[in-house]
């Protein structure tokens, strides 16, 4: 996999991206097309990553070959649509975290950490019940240490002792 740094001269965070937390952007290639992270920067309070165990993963894939892996706009404004409907989720009381977003080579992964699987699908559905179908994956993972937080963490060299493999572009 190819490492590429480069500079953003404006970078669009979406709605799930509100909080305290400090973000950091990374960007890298595969199968040469461009891959943007985004990511909390640390963890949490101890409280919050033993009260949230499920890694919860969102994918929406798109035909990004003739735009170099990124989304048409067309899927761009269903997915800001898609982003701004599943933002109003929360407002309903489901216990979640943001961690990272993942963006390029044909994909999107929104992966947030949530108490309860049930509720948050129950969340889920409600919220868009009267939207259009969007062309969603969700996959659940038992990941009481955030595991997968920790490894984009590391590779970005974000955090104490890790030694990057990736590089990370601008904090926020």
Request: a negative charge; hydrophobic letters at 45%; aromatic letters at 10%.
């Amino acid at each position: 996999m190819a490492k590429l740094i480069t500079i953003f001269i404006a970078l669009c965070l979406t709605g799930l991206l509100h909080g305290e937390e400090q973000w950091a952007v990374g960007q890298t290639k595969v199968q040469g097309n461009p891959v943007v992270y985004t990511f909390v920067s640390a963890l949490p309070d101890a409280k919050i990553v033993s009260s949230m165990p499920l890694r919860t993963e969102i994918t929406w894939k798109y035909n990004g070959a003739g735009n170099n892996g990124m989304p048409s706009d067309a899927v761009q404004r269903s997915m800001r649509e898609f982003e701004a409907i599943f933002a109003t989720m929360f407002g309903q009381g489901i216990s979640h975290f943001d961690a990272y977003t993942v963006s390029g080579n044909s994909l999107k992964k929104i992966v947030l950490y949530v108490t309860e699987r049930d509720e948050f699908v129950r969340g889920l559905n409600e919220v868009l019940a009267d939207s259009p179908i969007y062309p969603l994956e969700i996959n659940f993972f038992e990941d009481a240490d955030w595991n997968g937080l920790v490894h984009i963490q590391h590779e970005f060299g974000v955090v104490e002792d890790a030694a990057p493999t990736r590089h990370v572009i601008e904090i926020r």
